[in-house]
């Protein structure tokens, strides 16, 4: 469906916010993630896409549906509320129905906005640490995102989920770059080339370096 609802007793009310936004990230689609309160209602977390108002969201399905949702608040990007669990399925179609409405015609197709490419001498600590310094960042005023295509020199799996890279721009300048979270089953492999969108990052790690934070690696044929 456009719009994901997935409930877990089991799940802490501590992290639903953490894992509606990696569900969200995944697959692209507005998530709320459920878990059962101590008041014996379940409590949700939800998280947007660009394009879809949570919160507006919320309030027109409370509006089209008096009492389905106990309470809510939040703002574009995420959200929280709480509904009686006997009627779980009904927001789920709500939801989903309602996120159809503002998609609209185009529906969802996970578009990434990007400032463009950099050039070589671009890729340089001291123009990440400025954008750094430029925080903070939020809704209408994103961090800047760039992308560009790279070959591949090496890869391998950190902290079992993330995958840290060694790419080659097309002058030959090596950068460091790592994708957390990212589709492991799907590995690049050496010497291919990838199209990325990044943020331009600071590692701290054994001293200050450049480092490209990834938010998207497609491999390229």
Not at 4 to 19: K, M, R, T, Y
Not at 104 to 130: H, K, R
Not at 194 to 214: C, F, I, K, M, T
């Amino acid at each position: 469906p456009l719009g994901i609802c997935l409930f877990d007793e089991s799940w802490h009310e501590g992290v639903i916010g953490i894992l509606a936004s990696r569900v969200k990230e995944r697959l692209q689609r507005p998530t709320v993630i459920f878990t059962r309160a101590l008041s014996g209602e379940i409590k949700g977390s939800a998280r947007s896409v660009p394009g879809i108002h949570i919160r507006d969201l919320l309030d027109r399905i409370a509006a089209l549906h008096p009492g389905l949702l106990l309470r809510f608040g939040g703002h574009a990007m995420a959200a929280g509320l709480a509904i009686e669990e006997g009627r779980l399925a009904q927001f789920q179609q709500a939801f989903a129905d309602e996120v159809a409405v503002q998609a609209g015609s185009g529906g969802l197709d996970g578009v990434i906005w990007s400032d463009g490419e950099l050039a070589e001498e671009e890729f340089n600590l001291a123009l990440a640490e400025q954008l750094r310094a430029a925080a903070p960042w939020g809704q209408g005023f994103p961090e800047p995102l760039f992308d560009g295509i790279f070959t591949v020199r090496e890869r391998r799996i950190v902290g079992e989920r993330h995958l840290k890279l060694q790419l080659a721009t097309a002058g030959g300048q090596l950068l460091d770059a790592i994708l957390f979270n990212g589709d492991l089953e799907q590995l690049p492999a050496l010497g291919s080339q990838v199209q990325l969108a990044y943020r331009l990052d600071v590692n701290e790690y054994r001293g200050r370096s450049l480092q490209l934070l990834a938010e998207q690696l497609s491999c390229l044929p």
